[in-house]
């Protein structure tokens, strides 16, 4: 290896140890300032969240304590055939414990209760019923008092799916041992669930009881009525504003929602019970990749083609669910397809809240009443989905959480993105800061570009210099030295190999030097160096300028490459050609109005083919092609000829390049 090269090699690992050693120092600061921002971040919405679930949440949401209940005693079940009081007098029933579970085909079962009572209470007992079941009938001491709806195990209608309290009136309670019966239908899902239900005085259970109960039927009419009116104005606005993925998931997600609720308030669907559950399946899926592409788009830096995998997943994921659920027998189906629905709620949803930790580890954000309201939405639905896991622990966080949050959420993100009735003040303020911020963000974007240009450049001019420098002087006094030690010097030789390395040490040390940017001044510095050094080679030169229009534009890049081509033409010629005149020609392009062409014709020898030549054709060739010219090389009876044709640049190319002469 020469001693130039190995000295351009460890300049260049100095350089590149030095980048690195930056590029180290720069993602430490990073780390470290995007870690104190997460800090603050994560603090913010642990106090945000600590709030709701233990100030908020205990005061509206908590279920009732301390009420005066009237035990229940001597629980008995039994599988019955029709849903009819006489088939449950008809058939023995079995002693059982509460918590009671029965399982697995569409089924009937007859529930019996006792209690006791010292005195009838004035206004009657009330009573609510703490069990899964699609509906049922309510006896009071073999007196028929709730009947409701279809006992259908094939298409029951759905009031026992909603807790309700029931008024038992005083004309059907005795003193001492009274009877509660309930014939129950079961065919939405293949377990009937039975708790201890909730027997008291009348008027003392309904106090007890009323903002729970609230909280279970009319805040979810509420909520559902409330996220219906959020979806359709986030649709309809999706399709007007420029933040339409953001709206048109957060649509998404209060649609899935106010659908998922509507099960609750129709009782008498047009679909069986297995069809009512794959229709909770669809949504119930729905939600949380609903949230994770919303969280995607609120970052306002999607990551590509991340929202398209999502929906793929979710495709595949319910397909799979509904054909397990038909086609696999109870209760395996539905218990494949409730713990699916439970750990991809849970685990998309954790995925959601790892893409909003990611995006902000990568950028600055301050929107924090968003940031928290989403923060709460995503833990709510956590909570939702282990409780599917976990089937004793209760649920219904996501439908308690969303009307306030949601509102929050969509009222930030108006007040951030749509501003109306301003003054005319107003709204050159908030123009002027979003200009500031587009413009801070191109010139940054431009910064990026110039130092990457930069970089390619540096690189591409070293990468020529070693390369010019090995296949020229390199060569030459390897061949020099060898001839040296081999006693086959002879002093002519020698003088025109020194003479030869002078050259190309003259044509590299004029290459790193600046000769315009602009065609017209570089053909001016070509011409009086390239004078100069044929003059001294014993040769003539002559230069004709025929051109009638203006010389095309290229950038000061693509004009240093022409300087090269026509330097090391003038090379060749001086080299190889030994003839006694060079002449160089410039004449306006035939085809081109705007384009010139350059022709340098010798009259020595030399062939297109010529080894001595060809080096140096193909480099003037590669070099040709780089900026878009067309270069060519022939021979004829009185000498040898190379041809630069220069056509004009477009408009596009031209500023492009500007951009990059900008970046060096």
């Known amino acids: 290896m020469s001693r130039a090269r190995e000295n351009d090699l460890i300049g260049l690992r100095a350089e590149q140890g030095a980048m690195d050693k930056n590029w180290f120092n720069q993602n430490v600061t990073r780390i470290r300032n995007n870690g104190t921002r997460l800090l603050w971040l994560g603090l913010t919405i642990l106090i945000f969240n600590l709030f709701y679930w233990f100030v908020i949440n205990p ?25 009819t009081f006489e088939a449950a007098q008809n058939t023995r029933s079995t002693p059982a414990e509460l918590p009671f579970s029965a399982c697995c085909a569409p089924q009937y079962h007859s529930l019996k209760f006792e209690f006791e009572l010292a005195d009838i209470p004035p206004n009657g007992l009330g009573f609510i019923k ?16 709730v009947s409701k709806g279809r006992m259908n195990s094939h298409h029951p209608t759905f009031h026992g799916q909603n807790t309700v309290l029931e008024h038992i009136p005083e004309g059907l309670l005795k003193a001492g041992r009274n009877d509660l019966q309930l014939v129950t239908v079961r065919s939405s899902t293949p377990y009937t669930d039975i708790r201890t239900p909730l027997l008291g005085e009348y008027e003392s259970l309904r106090l007890g009881t009323s903002q729970r109960l609230w909280v279970m039927n009319e805040y979810k009419l509420l909520v559902m009525t409330i996220c219906l009116l959020i979806g359709a104005v986030c649709l309809a606005l999706s399709l007007k504003s420029r933040y339409k993925l953001f709206l048109f998931w957060f649509a998404i997600l209060s649609l899935s929602w106010a659908a998922n609720l509507l099960k609750y308030f129709i009782m008498d669907w047009p679909m069986n019970g297995q069809m009512r559950y794959l229709y909770y399946i669809f949504f119930t899926m729905l939600a949380p990749f609903a949230l994770f592409n919303l969280v995607d788009s609120w970052t306002e830096k999607p990551i590509m083609r991340l929202q398209f995998t999502t929906i793929g997943i979710w495709t595949l994921l319910t397909g799979f669910l509904f054909y397990r659920y038909l086609y696999t027998p109870f209760p395996e189906g539905y218990q494949v397809s409730d713990t699916v629905v439970g750990w991809s709620t849970l685990i998309v949803s954790l995925a959601a809240i790892i893409r909003f930790i990611f995006h902000f580890w990568r950028h600055n954000d301050d929107r924090i009443l968003e940031i928290a309201s989403l923060s709460l939405i995503g833990v709510s639905i956590i909570l939702d989905a282990y409780s599917e896991i976990i089937h004793d622990v209760p649920g219904g966080y996501a439908s308690a959480v969303t009307p306030a949050f949601l509102i929050a959420l969509i009222l930030a993100f108006l007040n951030r993105n749509f501003h109306l009735f301003r003054s005319t003040q107003q709204i050159n303020t908030f123009l002027g800061a979003e200009l500031d911020a587009r413009e801070a963000e191109l010139h940054e974007a431009y910064e990026n570009r110039k130092q990457l240009i930069r970089k390619q450049a540096h690189n591409e001019e070293r990468q020529r210099l070693m390369r010019d420098m090995h296949d020229g002087l390199g060569s030459s006094l390897m061949s020099m030295l060898l001839s040296a030690k081999r006693g086959k010097a002879k002093p002519v030789d020698m003088a025109d190999g020194l003479q030869f390395v002078i050259d190309e040490m003259r044509l590299i040390i004029d290459s790193m030097d600046s000769v315009g940017e602009s065609v017209d001044v570089a053909l001016k510095t070509y011409r009086e ?23 095309p534009e290229y950038s000061a890049r693509d004009v240093l490459q022409i300087f090269r081509i026509l330097q090391e033409a003038t090379t060749n010629a001086i080299r190889h050609s030994k003839g006694s005149v060079l002449k160089v020609d410039l004449m306006d392009h035939l085809n081109d109005p705007i384009g010139i062409q350059i022709k340098l014709t010798d009259n020595g020898q030399g062939k297109v083919g010529d080894s001595k030549r060809g080096r140096g054709l193909k480099n003037m060739a590669a070099r040709a092609e780089q900026i878009g010219a067309k270069f060519s090389a022939e021979n004829f009876d009185n000498g040898f000829r190379v041809s630069l044709v220069l056509p004009q640049k477009t408009t596009a190319d031209t500023l492009e390049v500007r951009d990059i002469d900008d970046a060096r």
């Not at 009732?64 to 029709?82: D, M, W, Y």
């Open 59 to 83: 005061l509206i949401f908590s279920s009732p304590k301390g009420l005066n209940t009237i035990p229940v005693s001597n629980f008995s079940v039994a599988e019955i055939s029709e849903p």
């Open 130 to 145: 703490v069990m899964q079941v699609d509906n049922y009938l309510l006896f009071v001491n073999s007196t028929r008092l």
């Open 529 to 551: 160096r390239a004078e100069t050094r044929v003059t001294d080679a014993n040769m003539k030169y002559v230069w004709n300028d025929h051109t009638t229009t203006e010389l």
